[in-house]
Structures are given as C-alpha cells and as structure tokens.
C-alpha cells in the first residue's frame, strides 16, 4: 500500500520533492534498474489531456533509494488554483522478466494562487 502524503505547491514556482524509500527492515531500497513515474490530475477521473506528468528520476547512486519529483516553474504556472490528486510509481522487471508496477506514494496537493 502506498505511503499518503499531502503539499502544497506555489502556482508559478518550480517545485522538487524528494522521496526516500526504505525496506520494511528500515534499510534504503535498492532502486537499479528501476523508474519512476509522477502524474498529477485535477480528479481521479479527469480525461487524460488534464495529466501533468512530473520529472521523475533516481538519484545516484540508486542503491541509496532516493528518487526526485518535480515540475517547473512553466508546469506549475499552467494549473489553476485549488486542489489536485497525485501518486508515484516505481517500475521494475523480477528475476522471471515480468514489469511490475508498484505505488510508492499518492496524496492531494493543493495549488495556491499567484500575484505575480
């Protein structure tokens, strides 16, 4: 089951979480070989041209189980005020070659309104 998490994020800035990920023995998760994807929606059910994709990478060295999440300062900008739904994936092959797909992370955002 994935971690539940909510932020804030300032329309027009550009914004980076860092996700840590451990073992449940607390130890960081091994993520060679592994990708991370982001997607935020305005609801569950918004159509998929409504899909913001984060800039998702493993940090190096990916055996110290870091990954960063982020958008620009132009992603952010295009979002309207108010609230957002969100999660995290991680994508990996097991040892018989099958993708596996496993939700690291979801929650809401909340996108506040600029001046400026």
């Known amino acids: 089951m994935a971690q539940y998490e909510e932020f804030t994020i300032d329309k027009g800035s550009d914004v980076a979480v860092e996700i840590h990920l451990v073992n449940r ?9 592994h990708q991370v994807t982001a997607k935020l929606k305005k609801t569950y059910t918004s159509d998929s041209a409504d899909t913001l994709t984060f800039n998702s990478i493993v940090a190096s060295p990916a ?16 979002l309207k005020h108010g609230r957002y739904v969100y999660d995290v ?6 040892s018989a ?3 596996i797909v496993e ?9 506040t309104p600029s001046v400026t």
Do not use: F, H, P
Not at 103 to 111: A, C, T, Y
């Open 25 to 33: 023995d607390g130890s960081a998760k091994d993520l060679t070989n």
């Open 63 to 78: 055996t110290d189980g870091v990954a960063t999440i982020s958008l620009t300062n132009l992603q952010t900008d295009t």
């Open 103 to 111: 939700r690291v992370l979801e929650g809401r955002v909340q996108v």
């Open 97 to 99: 070659g099958d993708d």
């Open 89 to 94: 994936e991680l994508l990996y092959q097991d």
